[in-house]
């Protein structure tokens, strides 16, 4: 499988749109890898995951035609994960030649509550439901569905939207989680990994707050501490193979020395990789 992240941050990006800290300072002064996008991840050239405010950019600077991509899976409806309005520009005129017929949206009942929502105050609110070029699949939680050329399943998240869910990816024998944005899987998500025998060649874990435990505070996203504990979970459910690879993703300027290259010792000494934007993985 081959997996590329186009942003690795979480809502805010590094350097925060307004944010003059530290931690942003650093990443406007130094740019290359300290700059980090809202999280998106770019799955077998065919899937996206997540569709943020990026999606646009990120799509010219990873020179991917957009226009051929006709499935996006999203986690979660927080603004960094989910930005329907740009929906808009499949309505018949602003876009005249789709390669696809229909762009469908995968994930929980929020995806098209929250489009809805967010349309409520246009003059075009109909049409877009009914223009035919957007579909919304209400996927539910361990109910595995072929998407593209991918099996896809999503997991409950431990996090703070109505219904917020981690996926599992799978094609030709190889098993990848994207775990954000949560805190550690329930144990029922445990349990279920558990006796479905699920074992990931690679499990991308939520880090928003860099070295930080943070598992009490805000129990809905993790630090590099939660990230151990929540790996060794997965080694004991039997999740693990020695070859699993491990990344850090979805960082906080709000944490501190998250800089690529002061984190990246820290990690590797762990057992983790650190994401960056463009970052490309084939497993
Ligand atoms: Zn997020
Ligand atoms: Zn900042
Ligand atoms: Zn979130």
Not at 68 to 92: F, G, R
Request: charged share 25%; proline share 5%; hydrophobic share 35%.
């Amino acid at each position: 499988m081959k997996l590329q992240y186009w942003g690795t941050a979480a809502a805010e990006g590094i350097p925060g749109i307004f944010c003059n800290c530290k931690t942003c300072q650093e990443a406007r002064k130094k740019g290359g890898k300290y700059i980090r996008g809202r999280s998106q991840v770019l799955l077998e050239e065919e899937i996206l995951v997540d569709f943020n405010a990026d999606t646009y950019r990120n799509s010219l600077q990873y020179h991917c035609d957009l226009s051929k991509i006709s499935e996006i899976v999203i986690t979660h409806v927080h603004e960094d994960h989910y930005y329907p309005i740009e929906l808009m520009n499949l309505l018949p005129g602003r876009c005249k030649e789709p390669s696809f017929k229909t762009l469908t949206l995968h994930g929980s009942e929020d995806v098209e509550k929250k489009a809805r929502e967010v349309f409520s105050v246009y003059e075009e609110k109909e049409r877009i439901f009914h223009c035919g070029t957007v579909a919304f699949d209400v996927m539910k939680p361990y109910e595995t569905r072929r998407v593209g050329s991918v099996d896809v399943t999503p997991l409950p998240a431990t996090h703070n939207t109505p219904n917020p869910y981690v996926y599992i990816f799978s094609k030709d024998g190889k098993t990848m989680l994207l775990l954000n944005d949560s805190g550690y899987l329930k144990p029922e998500v445990m349990a279920w990994l558990k006796e479905k025998k699920i074992r990931f060649d690679l499990v991308s874990y939520d880090c928003t707050y860099g070295k930080r435990d943070v598992v009490r505070e805000a129990p809905r996203h993790m630090g590099l501490p939660n990230a151990e504990i929540m790996r060794q979970r997965f080694i004991d459910n039997g999740n693990y193979k020695p070859t699993t690879l491990s990344v850090l993703t979805h960082f906080t300027h709000n944490a501190s020395e998250i800089g690529y290259d002061e984190f990246l010792p820290v990690a590797a000494e762990h057992g983790f990789e650190v994401a960056y934007d463009g970052m490309t993985i084939e497993f």
